[in-house]
């Protein structure tokens, strides 16, 4: 006979009796391990809820890798982009124009000190951290820099920065040493003309003069030139003034100033005889301060010039001097694509095929009421825009495009336009993928896409001019994309960190020209042009590290600033994380844990049950008729 735990028999079933050892059993296992059960057909109807936190809890655990794979990375990063920052305010104080040191110590040691800076920039860009590299975007199963020795000496034939820095100081000088200018003199007028249209030497930019005794001209047309006469005789102390571009965009002048002295000393003509006679001073005169500004300033600006050339930035192309032998670099008349086969590629890493900071390599320009779109020469089939095609013309706006290589469209302003008429320009991405630029004219303001009515054409056609040229920002810095993207983490269900850093973006870039054209610029002791040379390589270096760059797009700071973001975005998704696994973690204890206390309980009151009913099924068994008789 069974007894229950209400002590009264209920059934005559010993198997009754096994399933209370069973389920003694199972709540000793409870016990031992505070697990509700072993198995998963154990949980019963906590099944699903135990299985849906489980799978959460196993994404938590992938994220929190992801993070901490993220953090790691991040944390080897902000190391590289804090030395970089010291660099910068390193070289930035390290070599100030004027400044030579005791017997010209510093002119002889700025070169070694900015190789080795050279060479620790190199090594940063080429971090590694598990076998993956970290500054050369998605590309991260190759170092994105050759070496430092490679990319300022050349390495198998192929040119290194020395030498494409050498060709474009020759091309920039000029066979005569006056930055690809000529002088010639008519009487009294003395003529400056520029030797061709091509990008090397000094540009004539303005022309100004204090004296009532010079007419001047100029300077216009291209190749332009620009004219002195002196239709009378300047006074002791006046001047006349030429500005010059040059090739690394900045500005310099030339100013002259007339003297009763014979010889003048440098910077001055002497007043002659007659204007005649002071004409031909005045060319001697300008003779000499361009060879010398040839020998100085245009030489740096060459060695910075190359440095743009050969560490080419996003959607542009490497660039050498273009010449063939016999030809020389002096008489070179272009620039050329340089080729991997003749020149070190310095950065072998992801790089948009597209910048917005040079317009998608496209010119926009205007001359009276037509504004001209033009490719940058020489063409790259893998950089910049290509340009397909130009709306039809309308009422008021003629179109045409040119059919040439490189291709550029004209807009034509014949009349101010009516309201709502268009033009469209289309452009192509190396890639294949097209984009349109489109303004609509109208009255007032103009918001995006759109450009103002003018009160005539030509002023129609500058306000087209500045819409165009915001138009075609956009569209290249939608293709451009941004760096940080091409590297990402899922570190939650809808947030990812982006962490991807390009070795080519300004900041890097601005360090690595410019420590590699202070590393190959040299300043003898015996050449008179040192210490001139010394002056403008340090003022541009000066510049170049200046801290008005840090707001621009890819400048140290707002890389460091945007791995901040992304660090910020990976902390927040593990303090969720952290805070969520604990919720989590409770309700699964809740699901498939135990009381021990209970179970304890429970445990005791069954064995006290068994304990009856093993003694109760004993005497049972010892029951017989003779004994029930007695």
Do not use: C
Not at 335 to 362: C, F, K
Not at 537 to 549: C, F, I, K, L
Not at 587 to 604: G, P, R, W
Request: proline share 5%; charged share 15%; aromatic share 6%.
């Amino acid at each position: 006979m069974i007894v229950n735990k209400s002590m009264y028999p209920i059934q005559t079933s010993f198997s009754v009796l096994s399933k209370m050892q069973g389920r003694l059993s199972e709540l000793q296992m409870q016990l031992g391990t505070g697990q509700k059960s072993s198995n998963l057909s154990g949980m019963g109807r906590d099944l699903p809820l135990s299985l849906s936190v489980r799978s959460r809890l196993a994404r938590i655990e992938g994220f929190n890798a992801n993070i901490s794979t993220v953090n790691l990375r991040l944390d080897f990063l902000d190391n590289a982009m804090t030395r970089f920052d010291k660099i910068e305010g390193e070289a930035r104080n390290s070599a100030i124009p004027g400044q030579y040191g005791t017997g010209d110590i510093n002119m002889a040691t700025l070169p070694g000190l900015s190789r080795g800076r050279f060479d620790e920039i190199v090594t940063l860009l080429n971090s590694e951290v598990a076998g993956r590299y970290l500054f050369g975007g998605s590309v991260t199963d190759k170092p994105p820099l050759p070496n430092e020795k490679v990319l300022l000496e050349g390495e198998g034939g192929r040119a290194g920065f020395r030498t494409v820095a050498g060709e474009r100081k020759l091309a920039d000088a000029g066979a005569d040493g006056l930055g690809r200018l000529a002088t010639s003199r008519a009487g009294t007028t003395v003529t400056l003309s520029e030797d061709g249209s091509h990008p090397f030497g000094f540009k004539l930019s303005n022309l100004s003069s204090s004296s009532g005794g010079v007419t001047l001209s100029g300077p216009t047309g291209n190749p332009a030139s620009l004219g002195v006469d002196f239709t009378g005789q300047p006074i002791a102390g006046e001047t006349v003034t030429m500005g010059f571009t040059l090739p690394d965009g900045t500005e310099t002048q030339i100013t002259l100033t007339a003297t009763t002295d014979d010889p003048p000393a440098a910077g001055q003509f002497t007043i002659g005889a007659d204007p005649t006679a002071t004409a031909a001073n005045f060319e001697t005169a300008l003779r000499g301060s361009l060879e010398t500004e040839a020998s100085t300033t245009l030489s740096a600006a060459s060695t910075y010039a190359a440095a743009q050339n050969f560490f080419n930035g996003p959607g542009e192309p490497a660039l050498r001097v273009d010449f063939t032998p016999p030809q020389t670099a002096a008489t070179a008349t272009g620039l050329r694509l340089a080729s991997p086969n003749d020149t070190v590629t310095w950065y072998a890493g992801e790089s948009p095929a597209v910048s917005a900071s040079n317009l998608g390599r496209l010119n926009v320009t205007q001359s009276g009421n037509a504004v001209t779109l033009g490719e940058q020469a020489p063409v790259s089939a893998a950089h910049g825009f290509r340009i397909t095609g130009v709306s039809l013309p309308t009422a008021n706006i003629s179109t045409s495009q040119a059919g040439s290589d490189p291709e550029s469209v004209s807009i034509q302003f014949n009349a101010p336009p009516a309201a709502g008429e268009t033009v469209t320009v289309t452009l192509s991405e190396p890639n294949g993928t097209t984009r349109q630029v489109t303004l609509t004219a109208v009255s007032g303001k103009a918001g995006p896409g759109q450009f103002s009515i003018g009160g005539d054409a030509a002023q129609t056609a500058a306000n087209f001019s500045k819409a165009l040229t915001d138009g075609v920002t956009v569209a290249a810095g939608a293709a451009e994309g941004n760096p940080r993207q091409s590297v990402t983490a899922q570190v939650d269900d809808a947030t990812k960190a982006a962490y991807g850093v390009q070795a080519n973006e300004s900041g890097f870039l601005r360090l690595m020209r410019t420590m590699a054209a202070m590393s190959v610029e040299t300043y003898p002791t015996d050449d008179p042009s040192s210490r001139g040379r010394f002056d403008a390589m340090t003022t541009r270096q000066m510049s170049e590290m200046g801290e008005q760059h840090n707001t621009e797009r890819g400048s140290i700071e707002i890389v460091t600033m945007e791995l901040a973001v992304a660090r910020t975005t990976s902390d927040n998704s593990a303090t969720r994380h952290t805070n969520y696994k604990a919720q989590l973690d409770d309700l699964l204890s809740d699901v498939e844990t135990v009381s021990k206390e209970n179970v304890a309980m429970e445990i005791l009151a069954l064995q006290v049950r068994l304990q009856a009913s093993y003694q109760t099924t004993a005497m049972v068994a010892q029951l017989s008729l003779v004994h029930y008789i007695r």
